[in-house]
């Protein structure tokens, strides 16, 4: 049982344009909503993350939109760059020892 | 610099001889986990531990051994590898708030 849906698998985007990753999660006790980045070769690294209680959390480009009674949120990369190419994974963290349910990735390319 | 060592960062191995991927973080975080990242999957945990002494399973637990005697130090144990077991694995430690894991950049296993 996938508890975490992402999509699209792949995205490719014009540099300037929007790039827009979609989750769905199913838990409900998730509590913590993290997008991590992951570039060829490397592990992935906290890009943004988000708590239930708030709609939207923007940090410079990068905005998470949170939909808590539609169990959806979504990552927007505003003004994309070649270097966001990347690996974008959602995620959801829950319970005590703060486990980490990834969802599948995305596979970002920003052409220039 | 704050980091997550694993080593080797390659490894090829025959189906049957047991190995072990050592994981290393100088953060003093209480929690580490291992990953296996398999196209199309995204990350899926292994193994966790919450401190040391303390481990438990993850979501793809089977053919795996973790032990956590030292807080700073979190090995993966293989003892009988398989095909299936080829994959990229990852450490990744936090702190109690698992607010933010980082991540080791990652073992590349084939076993043949």
Known sequence: ???VKQSPQSLIVQKGGISIINCAYENTAFDYFPWYQQFPGKGPALLIAIRPDVSEKKEGRFTISFNKSAKQFSLHIMDSQPGDSATYFCA?????????????GTQLTVLP | EAQVTQNPRYLITVTGKKLTVTCSQNMNHEYMSWYRQDPGLGLRQIYYSMNVEATDKGDVPEGYKVSRKEKR????????????????????SSLSSGLGYTFGSGTRLTVV
């Open chain 1, 1 to 3: 049982q996938q508890q």
């Open chain 2, 73 to 92: 130090n979190f090995p993966l144990i293989l003892e009988s590898p398989s095909p299936n077991q080829t994959s990229l694995y990852f450490c990744a």
């Open chain 1, 92 to 104: 959801g963290t829950s319970g005590s020892a703060r486990q980490l349910t990834f969802g599948s």
